[in-house]
């Protein structure tokens, strides 16, 4: 019906599935998955909320369908968009259904160069919803956040790269979606690489503390998570123009990246060990054994920083109890009746 009478179908759609009544949200979401349907639904979709528009007041019409009246206006001359969204800022104070609705078709939409680079106004509004959001919608943002920058200028990017990674790292550790993960090291990746020779220090900074959670999701137990990791920590290598780092990550001597963040990055030792501590509840075995090994590490016990000695020594006691109730666990036998 939606190719042979597009016109109907989105009338239809909004007279007996809206989009802010739950059971429209899954047609709505459907039809703006793809890229023929979604051309079809929105050009159509103008119109028709051009035309109720004239019948009943702005606001009211919003109330329903602000995220699909976002989507029809992408439509606009460039600047004529931008205006509208700075204006309405659809996208915030959303529903998570409503959000994830708007998201699929802003994602499909964006894939398509010139869309892409229209799409640029929204992106202070994404870097929220990576923060708020719940993992589908930040999955879509992550979609959409990866379109526009590729159509953008190094220039564009810079001011926004910090933010942006403040976002992303906290993503790298999502337990219950590994697409999640890959999506937003593959992100981290890729702006590196678009700001490469224009980096701050505190995009640095941003950077190594990224380097520890990159280096023990190299044995992720999603395969593609582990190589994206291998990817991006060998970007921040080059980023930081750390040739050992970039030479190990290269041969893949996983083994030793542990021992050169340490041993290369003395100031950061604390924080390295304070952040894998994090990794000894991970619901990844592998994850869990990597932060073992790297922080089970005795002869920091008598580094020569007091900080480091107190904390290295708090570690290896969480480390024996932890070891000493999963011995428990293992030789604790039921009751025989």
């Not at 190299?218 to 780092?245: H, P």
């Amino acid at each position: 019906m939606l190719e042979q009478c597009p016109e109907e179908a989105v009338r239809l759609l909004l007279d007996t599935a809206p989009p802010g009544d739950s059971s429209g949200l899954e047609m709505w979401e459907m039809m703006l998955s793809t890229p023929l349907a979604v051309d079809l639904v929105l050009v159509q979709l103008f119109k028709q909320l051009q035309q109720r528009k004239q019948k009943m007041l702005f606001c009211t019409l919003m109330e329903d369908t602000s995220c699909l009246a976002l989507l029809a206006s992408i439509y606009l001359p460039g600047e004529h968009f931008a205006r509208t969204y700075e204006f309405w800022r659809f996208l915030r104070h959303q529903s998570q259904d409503m959000l994830s609705v708007a998201l699929s078709g802003i994602a499909t939409l964006s894939g398509i160069p010139e869309m892409g680079r229209k799409m640029k106004v929204l992106l202070p509004d994404l870097l929220e919803v990576l923060e708020q959001g719940n993992e589908h919608v930040q999955l879509k943002a992550l979609r959409v956040c990866r379109n526009v920058l590729r159509e953008l200028r190094r220039e564009e990017v810079i001011p926004m790269a910090v933010e942006l990674l403040d976002k992303l790292l906290p993503l790298f550790d999502n337990e219950l979606f590994s697409e999640l993960r890959e999506i937003s090291i593959s992100l981290f990746t890729e702006l590196l690489k678009k700001v490469a020779g224009k980096c701050k220090r505190q995009m640095k900074k941003r950077v190594r503390r990224g380097l520890l959670p990159l280096f023990f999701h190299m044995s992720d137990d999603t395969r593609s998570v582990a190589e994206a990791s291998s990817q991006a920590l060998l970007a921040a290598a080059e980023l930081l123009k750390w040739q050992q780092l970039q030479d190990l990550v290269k041969t893949e001597q996983t083994w030793r990246i542990g021992e050169c963040l340490l041993l290369q990055d003395r100031t950061r030792a604390d924080d390295y060990l304070d952040q894998s501590q994090g990794y000894l509840d991970n619901a990844q075995d592998t994850l869990r054994m990597e932060a073992i090994r790297f922080i089970a590490l005795y002869p920091l016990e008598h580094d020569c920083t007091p900080s480091i000695r107190c904390l290295a020594t708090q570690t290896i006691s969480i480390l024996s109890t932890l070891r000493v109730k999963a011995e428990r666990r293992r030789t604790k036998r039921p009751w025989c009746c």
